[in-house]
């Protein structure tokens, strides 16, 4: 079992930031790929950002220099920095990561970006 802990949603103007981070515990063993997707409403999940063990990164063409993947691997958490936020990345923001056995998914976390 592996639990994840989401935080650092809320409501922003556009052209602000936000910082969400996610906590990992319990039978991780070792990290694969930790992520953050999201769902705007109406719309599929989609993947944000991605990192893998070996330092690759991976953006969706959408968040490309506003948005930071980083990691903290002694605390197993995974960080989104976003910057310049815009209305469009209004979506709930989830969570995943992949252990070499299976994926984990977290409960998401709300970002709301008012123009």
């Known amino acids: 079992q592996v639990q994840l802990v989401e935080s650092g949603g809320g409501l922003v103007q556009a052209g602000g930031s936000l910082r969400l981070s996610c906590a990992a515990s319990?039978?991780?063993?070792?990290?694969?790929?930790m992520g953050w997707y999201r769902q705007a409403p109406g719309k599929q999940r989609e993947l944000a950002a991605a990192?893998?063990?070996?330092?690759?990164?991976t953006y969706a063409d959408s968040v490309k220099g506003r948005f930071t993947i980083s990691r903290d691997s002694a605390k197993n958490t995974v960080y989104l920095q976003m910057n310049s936020l815009k209305p469009e990345d209004t979506a709930v923001y989830y969570c995943?990561?992949?252990?070499?056995?299976?994926?984990?998914w977290g409960k998401g976390t709300l970002v709301t970006v008012s123009s």
């Open positions: 995943k990561i992949n252990n070499y056995i299976m994926d984990y």
């Open positions: 319990g039978d991780i063993f070792s990290m694969n790929v």
């Open positions: 990192i893998y063990s070996n330092g690759i990164l």
